[in-house]
RNA sequence: GGUCCCAUCGUCUAGUGGUUUAGGACAUCGGCCUCUCACGCCGAAAACAGGGGUUCGACUCCCCUUGGGACUACCA
């Protein structure tokens, strides 16, 4: 039987989960469960600078949201200091690695000299043979071979190798005794049995170098696969000038995370000319060797789109609770839930988003102020000549159970027969009068919901405009 | 600068040497439906970066050019 898969998603808690980090994680998660394998959450806080803990829990939340469960961790490399340094030394004691004494001033000067006179800006290995010890302010640094070619075959991008002659002696352990980035990520995929990393393709220049720590610790290194970046409309990467690009801004947008994730998957996956795809349909269609290999570009249209779809067929229950936070957020009560999901029935057609859905559906919520509404709106549509049809309306409607569409619809009828006068003449006199708007959903679906009450009470006010201005 | 990666409509993509007048989707623009707006339906416009090869035949294979991206830290 071959080997389970394991993935792992390793975000460094510097901010909150983006879009692309999000995608590597939808794609590595899909994996795990594509192969019935296990996926693992690993934060990479080595960075003690810049990682908070406020960032580590954003990004565990926008991972729950995403409804990316992990079998294993988060684990914390913060917490795991005594493994790497014990590599490290397995590393010194074996002569891999060596003590560098070399300041960051005097680095910095030969760097900025050798990009000067054309030459690659790598450390020179001034303290490889030195026979260093430590000591104040020292490093420790991995020993590359010097020649040799270093490849392996992605996934993805199929064969990359690299003459090692480009690699340069990378720092390992800092002088704060804090390890880097390129020894714990190593360090830790080998000894968390990680057979695939799947990451972005920013980090296809690093893998040599860690297949080579690899090689060093004697582990034999699992399979890469380099997922293609997301740029900005510009073809840039993906920053905060193009817009929202933390994930749980869309959530607090008012987006789906259905429609998140099934946005994302489609950025250089793709399943023939699929658009549509469940949770469960991905874990049964995914596979690395259908991911593409040219970047995509973020696309807030599309991804507007597919919110919209899953807002008009999902479940209205389950909508209308989703809601509740954005209808909470204008100051509108939120106690009934069967009005709230009849206003969600009424609306979806139109919303592409949540709050799309509370800022159209306004009117459900809250009294309409006819002085609010521009004069010239009101003298066309609130003419005097309505008062008779609005009266016969307001008989009518007394007379039937208003939350019967049916019924409304037929009173309706009956008051254009009476009056002689066709719906569509009555029809936006109507609406601005219940919505205080020109567009809205349908008016017998708002009369039936709005119920009875509301609708009289906003049709008098109407007609007492009317009276009043004829 | 060096190294590496990438290249089909504006965007996401299908396409794996002939079945292609290059298909789908978003966006755009028309039309239908209609109580407004949407939804839905119908339709239009829109691409193989350029140049060399290989081949009977290239969107598909190879090379070059161009363009874009990534990396080049005591960040990850």
């Known amino acids: 039987m071959a080997q389970e898969v394991k993935t792992r998603f390793a975000p460094s808690p510097t ?10 994680a939808l794609f590595s998660w899909l994996y795990a469960r594509h192969t019935r394998g296990k996926f693992v959450l690993r934060i990479e806080d080595t960075d003690i600078r810049r990682s908070t803990k406020e960032a580590s829990q954003q990004i565990l939340d926008a991972m729950k949201w995403l409804g990316l469960a992990w079998d294993e961790g988060p684990f914390y490399q913060s917490e795991r200091m005594e493994i790497y340094l014990s590599y490290i030394n397995k590393l010194l004691d074996e002569g891999k690695a060596y003590w560098c004494e070399c300041t960051p001033d005097i680095l910095e000067g030969k760097r900025k000299k050798a990009i000067k006179e054309g030459r690659k800006p790598k450390y020179d290995g001034t303290c490889r043979d030195k026979g260093l010890g430590p000591g104040p302010g020292r490093v420790v640094r991995f020993a590359t071979p010097k020649t040799g070619i270093t490849f392996f075959d ?54 040599p170098r860690q297949i080579l720590i690899y090689d060093a610790l004697g582990v034999t290194p699992p399979v890469f696969a380099h997922v293609p970046m997301i740029l900005g409309s510009d073809k840039t990467r993906l920053s905060k000038r193009h817009g929202a690009t933390s994930v749980m801004a869309y959530k607090d947008m008012g ?56 807002i008009k067929q999902g479940d209205i229950v389950r909508l209308s609770k989703l809601a509740i936070p954005f209808i909470k957020a204008q100051g509108y009560d939120a106690t009934n839930m069967a009005y709230i999901q009849k206003v969600v029935t009424d609306i979806r057609e139109r919303a592409k988003t949540l709050i799309d859905m509370i800022d159209f559906g306004d ?108």
């Open 255 to 310: 987006y789906l995370p259905e429609a998140m994730v099934n946005y994302l998957v489609r950025l250089s996956w793709s399943h023939g000319d699929q658009e549509i795809f469940s949770i469960n349909e991905l874990i049964d269609l995914f596979d690395l060797k259908d991911v593409g290999k040219s970047a995509a570009v973020f696309n807030p249209e599309k991804l507007l789109w597919l919110n919209h779809h899953y």
């Open 363 to 470: 009117f459900y919520f809250k009294e309409i102020d006819i002085n609010g509404i521009p004069k010239d709106i009101k003298d066309k549509f609130l003419h005097p000549d309505m008062i008779p049809a609005f009266k016969s309306l307001i008989d009518e409607f007394d007379a039937i159970d208003t939350s019967d569409r049916k019924q409304v619809e037929d009173a309706f009828r009956r008051v254009l027969k009476s009056c002689n006068i066709k719906l569509k003449a009555i029809a936006q006199p109507v609406r601005l009068a219940l919505t205080g708007k020109l567009v809205s959903p349908g008016i017998f679906e708002i009369i039936s919901t709005l119920g009875k009450n509301k609708v009289v009470s906003r049709l008098k006010n109407a007609i007492t405009y009317m009276e009043e201005n004829s």
């Open 154 to 207: 992605d996934i993805i991008k199929g064969r990359i190798a690299t003459d090692n002659d480009e690699l340069d002696d990378l720092i390992i352990l800092r002088s704060d005794g804090i390890p880097t980035y390129n020894l714990t990520v190593v360090v830790d995929d080998a000894t968390m049995g990680i057979t695939h990393i799947i990451r972005g393709d920013d980090h296809v220049n690093n893998t």
């Open 15 to 24: 901010g909150y989960l983006h879009i692309g980090g999000a995608r590597t």
